[in-house]
């Protein structure tokens, strides 16, 4: 059973940093690309970046560019997602999600991903 299982939310005050993890289980996640997504109250879920299978190609949306950053360690079947410098308006459920490789660079459109992990809360507040 293929599982994606999100950690590492929290409080956080603005300014500080968070690292989620993404870990999957059920299926090797070196062979997908991986993305992350957030939704916040009321709002649609976004993507905000991704990562390839090889880790060789990664994308961010303009809100997190210069402050996020995504890696991967396939020996440990795990992607991460580092997060500086945060603003309240970064608050809201950060989700990763697994899609097979159909071109080399990975994107960020959720209708494409197949294999989605249960979220975790992130919340940026003073």
């Known amino acids: 059973q293929r599982q994606l299982v999100e950690s590492g939310g929290g409080l956080v005050q603005p300014g500080g940093s968070l690292r989620l993890s993404c870990a999957a289980s059920?299926?090797?996640?070196?062979?997908?690309?991986i993305g992350w997504f957030r939704q916040a109250p009321g709002k649609e879920r976004e993507g905000i970046s991704c990562?390839?299978?090889?880790?060789?190609?990664?994308d961010y949306a303009d809100s997190v560019k210069g402050r996020f950053t995504i890696s991967r360690d396939n020996a440990k079947n795990t992607v991460y997602l580092q997060m500086n410098r945060l603003k309240p308006e970064d608050t809201g459920v950060y989700y990763c999600?697994?899609?097979?490789?159909?071109?080399?660079?990975?994107?960020?459109?959720?209708?494409?991903?197949?294999?989605w992990g249960q979220g975790t809360q992130v919340t940026v507040s003073s």
């Open positions: 990562i390839s299978t090889s880790g060789g190609t990664t």
């Open positions: 999600a697994a899609r097979a490789p159909v071109q080399p660079m990975c994107d960020m459109g959720a209708l494409r991903y197949g294999y």
């Open positions: 059920g299926f090797t996640a070196d062979y997908y690309h």
